[in-house]
């Protein structure tokens, strides 16, 4: 009895696969149905297997009518068929061959139940359904997990993106970029664009500086955000001090780490986060703003930094802004006893406080102001005439920056132009065996040898205009 129930279950499980590979089957030629027929053909020759197969065989379900692509597709050689229908032949064939051997395995276990040569009884000790359990255990340890299919860190201090840092998405088209967007990474949310999706979570795990596909198939750039980025796209109140001129700043006041730094204006945050980088862990800034949502914006700027900073190298960024809500004019208490390497302003009339700056500055130091119009300039220069302060100013500068556009020189069907040597008129011959090379290469997919292939090269249409005048004023005495 115990083998005769065994015997039931295996042929059981036979006829689920079948069933199985039916439902999954799709039938594009007429190979199938002549496979069925025969099988119905050789359930007929035998009366126990007739009788197995009406009982236990699911309905042969018919085949559905041909389209006429297909009708056509079938009559045509194989040469004339393109790429898709060729593949979607020979994944039809697959299937009828593996639908083939289901039906022969479900033949020779009717045979051996009718009366046909046995298993040995040894074999039959384990169930089909212990086997169908190992199948999914296997399955399931050969699918990776979200963990394993993360690249892991190759590099000596490489490190993984992880949920809290601050990212820059870039998508480029035809060497041109079309979008970009700094965000922050967090778990459960999407990166959502004109391009299609992204979510946080296929991002999170992975290095920095690659490509991922959007949901609509667009390639962008996940990369960390620096610390001109961040200046750049951060929540602003107030314009900010653009890298271009807080860098020229920087070298005006020759900051090193350790430096003590006066900075009047803090604004939004951005000259205070760049001298908080130039002083260092060893260094302080003391940043003073008069208005209070300024104020406020300039120190959630800074932390917010901070708090990216120490999830991306694993240390924290120096807490080395002071940032304080006052008057310059009247803080004279709040800069007793101090003094300063180098003073940075940012203000509308920047003359008025030089009186009380000058003090607490050190002979020979500088002090940079940022103006932005030319106008403030002037009145600067004439307080400078009116006070007595010991201040030359050496130089006043604009720092432009002009873009340019450097690309390889392509035609209308995005093939490469290609350099014409010159040919000398009394080499005919050799002229036309010139051009037909030179015209052979223009549609050759081959990639162009190095040298020969010109370049266009021309300012890039979208310019960055003025932002500002930068004075520079030395402490000195006579």
């Known amino acids: 009895m115990c083998t005769s129930s065994q015997r039931h279950l295996r042929h059981r499980d036979v006829l689920v696969r079948l069933t199985k590979r039916r439902s999954e ?11 069925k027929e025969s099988e119905h053909e050789d359930s007929d020759s035998s009366g126990l297997s007739a009788e197995l197969t009406s009982r236990q065989a699911p309905p042969a379900r018919r085949s559905r009518p041909l389209s006429p692509l297909e009708r056509i597709s079938g009559l045509l050689p194989r040469d004339a068929l393109s790429p898709e229908v060729m593949q979607l032949r020979e994944q039809n064939q697959q299937e009828a061959e593996e639908d083939a051997n289901v039906q022969e395995s479900f033949a020779q276990s009717t045979q051996e139940q009718s009366g046909h040569p046995e298993t040995p009884a040894g074999t039959e000790a384990t169930p089909k359904e212990d086997e169908s359990d190992n199948d999914h255990s296997s399955d399931a340890t050969t699918e990776p997990s979200t963990s394993e299919r993360l690249i892991p860190a190759t590099l000596p201090g490489e490190s993984l993106l992880v949920p809290g840092e601050l990212l820059v998405a870039e998508l480029y088209k035809k060497g041109r970029m079309e979008y970009r967007k700094m965000f922050n990474l967090q778990t459960g949310t999407r990166l959502h664009s004109s391009w299609g999706f992204i979510p946080h979570d296929d991002i999170a795990g992975q290095p920095a500086g690659q490509f991922l596909k959007t949901s609509l198939g667009a390639p962008v750039l996940i990369r960390r955000a620096s610390l001109e980025d961040y200046v750049l796209y951060m929540k602003r109140g107030p314009a900010i001090a653009y ?35 130039a002083v260092g862990s060893k260094g302080s800034v003391l940043s003073l703003e008069v208005r209070e949502d300024h104020h406020r914006r300039a120190t959630l700027n800074y932390k917010r930094w901070r708090t990216s900073w120490n999830l991306r190298r694993g240390e924290e960024w120096p807490d080395n802004v002071q940032f304080h809500k006052a008057d310059l004019c009247t803080a004279s208490s709040l800069l007793a006893g101090q003094g300063f390497h ?137």
């Open 342 to 478: 180098s003073v940075a302003l940012d203000l509308i009339n920047p003359h008025l406080v030089l009186t009380t700056v000058i003090p607490h500055l050190h002979p020979g130091a500088v002090c940079a102001v940022y103006l932005a119009n030319i106008t403030q300039v002037i009145d600067l220069l004439e307080g400078l005439r009116c006070l007595p302060l010991p201040l030359l100013c050496e130089h006043i500068i604009e720092v432009p920056v002009r873009h340019w556009l450097v690309a390889p020189a392509l035609q209308k069907n995005r093939q490469y132009c290609t350099r014409k040597d010159p040919v000398l008129e009394e080499d005919g011959g050799e002229e036309e065996t010139t051009a037909d090379e030179t015209d052979k290469d223009l549609t050759t997919d081959e990639q162009p040898a190095f040298g020969s292939i010109p370049y266009i090269a021309r300012p890039h249409p979208e310019q960055l205009g003025h932002t500002a005048f930068l004075v520079k004023l030395r402490k000195c005495f006579q």
């Open 25 to 35: 089957i799709r039938t594009f030629s007429t190979g199938l149905v002549k496979c």
């Open 243 to 277: 890298p271009k001129d807080a860098a020229r700043m920087l070298m005006m006041m020759d900051v090193t780490e350790g430096d003590r730094v006066l900075e009047s204006g803090s604004g939004s945050g951005a000259m205070s986060l760049f001298l908080s980088r």
